[in-house]
Nanobody, 113 residues
């Protein structure tokens, strides 16, 4: 079983920055893609950023140039700069480990104007 623990959410004013972390633990044999999704009220969950084991990254158009993701062996990070009110959402990490997708519990990010 794999557990994911997220941290780093909170409230910030527009233009501010936050960094999210997601640590994986448990019986992990391999981790492939790690990433972040978000879900705003009344909207579908959407991919924000992902990073492969080899370090290739992918970003939603809405966050390109503002967000960056990185990882080490069992932790994935999301650095969010120049935050906008439309970035307000619950952010979930997603890890593909042992050929199974796992989700974090979600962390709230609120950006005020």
């Amino acid at each position: 079983q794999v557990q994911l623990v997220e941290s780093g959410g909170g409230s910030v004013q527009a233009g501010g920055s936050l960094r999210l972390s997601c640590a994986a633990s448990g019986s992990i044999f391999s981790i492939n893609v790690m990433g972040w999704y978000r879900q705003a009220p009344g909207k579908q969950r959407e991919l924000v950023a992902s990073i492969t084991r080899g370090g290739m990254t992918n970003y939603a158009d809405s966050v390109k140039g503002r967000f960056s993701t990185s990882r080490d062996s069992r932790t994935v990070y999301l650095r969010m700069n120049s935050l906008k009110p439309e970035d307000t959402a619950v952010y979930y990490c997603n890890v593909f480990a042992n050929n199974t997708a796992y989700w974090g519990q979600g962390t709230q990010v609120t950006v005020s104007s």
